[in-house]
């Protein structure tokens, strides 16, 4: 078994809980590649280091890793994408920070995380991920993100306007701060939190949906993700944001953007008890009554 471990970084307390990931896998004599920055961060003992392989680039993943283990909340399950890219390696996410709706396998899993991957008791879920076509290159080699992607105005900017077509056809004009085009997975993120609907992971659609929308008839819509979204941004500032998932550019309204479906998918790992519904209910707290 050859496995990868990336992390954006660890506090000193999690030293831990990464020691028991290393001596599970050696305890089976995986091979281990690890991203850099964590052998650089902790002094990891001698039995160990010499059984890890440091990569610090996409390029020093080979395709037939058996799985990219992500150590963080899901900010760094969103980095691990951006990592994997095209080369179908399954991410699977321990979730060392707050919430974990990507990352939904505690530290406390560790172990029977390990004998999944060990035994190949998992689910794999394949996810849709959206693509950025721009005029201008934006987001160097990986313009595509897992959650979504996103124009906003520029911090204490006025509203902007967004002229929205669906293959070419007009949708709507957003007069708003933003508006956010969400895949499934990604719509109980930022999705969520400006009031758009969540969806299945299996649903084959996009939410387009504004940000603080200055018309109180405007509201969310779902499209098929074989639509191909394109826009074009009216304001009276220069510039305005552009973001996909964690990252962001500014760019210049005068730039044209569309989206669409990327071309290839990414997989993600579960164990057979975390479902999509058991995890709304944990991170939401659906169905839970302070009465009882």
């Known amino acids: 078994m050859k496995v990868a471990i990336y992390s954006r970084g660890l506090d000193f307390e999690q030293e831990n809980p990464l020691l028991v990931l290393l001596e599970e896998l050696a305890r089976y004599d995986a091979t281990i590649l690890i991203f850099h920055q964590l052998l650089e961060q902790f ?3 001698q039995h160990i280091l010499e059984k890890l392989i440091p990569f610090k680039v996409s390029e020093d993943l080979e395709e037939h890793i058996d799985c990219l283990i992500s150590l963080g909340g899901d ?20 979730n060392f920070g707050r919430l974990g709706f990507l990352a939904s396998i505690s530290k406390e899993e560790l172990t029977s995380a390990v004998d999944a991957l060990v035994n190949r008791t998992y689910l794999v879920d394949k996810r849709t991920l959206i693509h950025l076509d721009s005029s201008e290159p934006l987001f160097g080699e990986t313009p595509f993100g ?7 105005k520029r911090d204490i900017s006025p509203m902007i306007k967004v002229h929205t077509y669906l293959n070419g056809e007009f949708l709507n004009s957003y007069w708003a701060d933003g508006l956010i085009v969400s895949t499934a997975t990604g719509s109980t993120g930022y999705n969520m939190s400006c009031n758009g609907p969540i969806l299945f992971p299996e649903s084959s659609s996009f939410v387009i949906t504004p940000v603080a929308p200055h018309n109180l008839n405007v509201r969310s819509i779902v499209v098929p993700d074989t639509n191909v979204i394109s826009f074009e941004v009216e304001g009276r ?5 552009c973001a996909l998932d964690a990252r962001r550019e500014i760019v210049g309204k005068t730039i044209q953007l569309a989206v669409r479906r990327e071309k290839f998918t990414v997989s993600l790992i579960r164990l057979n008890e975390n479902s999509f519904l058991s995890t709304l209910r944990t991170k939401l707290a659906w169905g839970l009554d302070k009465r009882n």
């Not at 760094?76 to 321990?94: C, H, W």
């Not at 959650?147 to 906003?152: L, T």
């Not at 500032?237 to 944001?241: L, R, T, Y």
């Open 43 to 45: 002094h990891l003992p």
């Open 75 to 94: 900010g760094t399950m969103l980095d691990a994408v951006t990592l994997v890219r095209d080369k179908n390696i399954p991410i699977l996410g321990i």
């Open 146 to 152: 897992l959650n979504e992607f996103a124009i906003h």
């Open 237 to 241: 500032a220069d510039q305005f944001i």
